[in-house]
């Protein structure tokens, strides 16, 4: 199975929050996100077939039409504790 957009729940990113973790200029973050969405972009309206690995984090894959986001393990049981993301991720 594939989870869809529309299935999971969007939270913004709380830059504050973000800060007290990790002592990097929101301006510089925001531009490292900006470029890496202008890149998937291109490749996307250009028909490129890509992986595109986020260290640590997850891999978005594009095949022909399909465009699947896979995350990390790891990543997901230290995002929520309790284990609910993980698992429904894991399940598809």
Known sequence: GVFFAEELEVVELI???????????????L????????VIAWALTEGKDFDFVFKNFGILVRRGRRVV????????????????????????
């Open 31 to 38: 531009k490292c996100v900006e470029a890496t969405v202008k």
């Open 15 to 29: 830059y504050a929050e973000a800060t007290f973790h990790l002592p990097i200029p929101e301006k510089k973050v």
């Open 69 to 92: 986001m896979r995350f990390f393990e790891d990543l997901l049981r230290d995002v929520d504790k309790t284990g609910v993301l993980a698992n429904a991720f894991l399940q598809v």
